[in-house]
């Protein structure tokens, strides 16, 4: 606890990556570099047996300067990067006294959240990143942000009649990130019909930078696949509650992880039900433990509205945060 509050380690997913709040960080912030490093050491010599290059030591180096640069590179790169930038971020706040008594896990941010409490180790999260990664790249598609117009409290079900009334072949959603935004993913042909008729009907919708097709059942036998070849992974207890938007809880010692880490090839993540489970009501505060901030405003919308006690700051992003003490303007 810090001054009497819960910690909560929040891990993004791929829809929120982007490099320069990392790079700042590393001109200024010794214990990010440091956490870094030491993730480089773990993860870097599994990514090159999927041909991914030493991603995080050209971090380090100044020689990777870009969000771009990661996209150009070898299936598996950008992915390998999130992965290890959000655990080196989680390990600089243990550092700087904000380890957390729990961690959330949004899509893909449940492997780092799985590493963050010691169910896997980074080299077999590396590993995991990347054989998620090959199972995407086979379905190029898009994903959309989209604020659906809610009457009635339920955002989801708002979103059902949305890809209803748009009626596109293999248009689904993907992800619930709060009371107002949902994401839906599709072919390409059709995620580009779709912005065109949400544009038209004045909605806000924005284009994530994601060329494939993620949280839709085409990905089926991908998943299976994907599942078989982590098999011989090792499996730990964690050290403390994960939660996860794929299964809308926290895990248990009976659930299959790598079943779990399947789903998010195939189901929905939904994330407002989570994030208030693992803060209880509060009072919390609420780390985003990577380089971007949508989790972070998806928390305050959450709790603000709900009058709950719970600060959610994204270090890497706010004004201010003192890694050596944890503290922030924001907070």
Not at 66 to 86: D, H, I, K
Not at 264 to 269: D, E, I, M, S, Y
Request: hydrophobic residues 45%; aromatic residues 4%.
């Amino acid at each position: 606890m810090v001054a009497d509050r819960m910690v909560v380690h929040a891990f993004a997913g791929q829809g929120d990556f982007t490099l320069a709040p990392l790079l700042r960080a590393l001109d200024a912030q010794d214990v990010v570099e440091e956490a870094l490093e030491e993730v480089a050491a773990e993860g870097d010599p599994v990514a090159a047996e999927f041909g991914v290059a030493p991603v995080v030591s050209r971090l380090l180096s100044g020689e990777l300067r870009s969000s771009r640069e990661l996209a150009q590179g070898p299936v598996g790169t950008p992915q390998y990067a999130l992965f290890a930038c959000s655990v080196a971020v989680h390990r600089a706040l243990c550092r700087s006294g904000l380890a957390p008594d729990r961690v959330v896990g949004m899509s893909f941010g449940d492997i780092a959240a799985c590493v963050a409490a010691g169910v896997f180790d980074v080299a077999d999260g590396t590993r995991i990143a990347c054989l998620i990664a090959r199972a995407l790249t086979g379905h190029p598609g898009g994903m959309l942000l989209v604020e659906p117009p809610v009457t009635d409290g339920d955002t989801e079900a708002e979103a059902g009649r949305l890809i209803a009334a748009l009626d596109l072949p293999g248009l689904t959603l993907a992800c619930v990130n709060d009371d107002r935004r949902v994401i839906l993913t599709g072919p390409s042909d059709t995620v580009d019909r779709a912005e065109q008729l949400l544009l038209g009907l004045a909605l806000p919708v924005a284009r994530l930078r994601l060329p494939f097709l993620c949280h839709h059942p085409e990905l089926e036998a991908d998943a299976r696949r994907f599942v078989e070849s982590i098999r011989d992974v090792r499996v730990g207890a964690a050290r403390l509650p994960v939660h996860s938007s794929l299964l809308g809880r926290a895990y248990r010692p009976d659930d299959d992880v790598r079943e779990v880490l399947s789903y998010g090839l195939t189901r929905p993540a939904r994330l407002p039900g989570v994030l208030r489970q693992a803060v209880r009501g509060g009072p919390a505060v609420l780390l985003e433990a990577g380089t971007g901030s949508a989790l972070t405003r998806s928390a305050r919308e959450l709790f603000t509205e709900a009058g709950q006690d719970v600060a959610a700051v994204a270090p890497l992003v706010a004004d201010g945060f003192a890694w050596a003490t944890g503290v922030s303007n924001g907070r």
